[in-house]
């Protein structure tokens, strides 16, 4: 935009660049989102697997297709003060994933006129009898990804919002 020669260029100027502020914070905030959420995807592969997948978890359809597919999402909302929400799909396994589940006990399902039996995915037999599943430790998993991807996120926005401000002004 090279130097100004007048007031009045150099107001022009200077209102170019503050309408620009509100899509080059949103653009920047987008990039920061998608940082977080490679991160998160990479941590997560480490954890359960290239495929993302937990198995044995989910209905026995998901079961048979190798389980419960897990995913991250975002999304961004506004423009001069744009925020990224960034969402771990599906929930439920995700909390698993993050703090682990207290011991609790399976009970068989009992069927009408049949005998009473459950296939535990992990046994090689029916079970007809209450079993207990043991605690299990969180992995962390989502926290720790956002924890390494605080430092890149904020130097991609940087980068980003800078990018933006140009692109549009010149």
Known sequence: ????????EFAIKIDKFAKVQGRANR?????AAQVYKD????????????????SRWGAKGQRSSGGIKLGVGYQVRGYEHATALIKAKPA????V????AAAHSVKPKKRRGARTAMIGSGYAHPVSH???????????TFSIAAKTAERPAVEV???AHARSVRKQIT
């Open 39 to 54: 991160r998160i995807l990479a941590n997560l592969a480490k954890d359960v697997g290239a495929d993302l997948r937990m």
């Open 27 to 31: 653009d920047a905030t987008q990039a």
């Open 92 to 95: 439920g396994v995700w909390k």
């Open 157 to 159: 926005f940087q980068v």
């Open 130 to 140: 209450e079993i207990m599943i043991p605690q299990t430790r969180g992995k962390r």
């Open 97 to 100: 994933l993050e703090h682990g």
């Open 1 to 8: 935009m090279g130097t100004s020669t007048s007031v009045m």
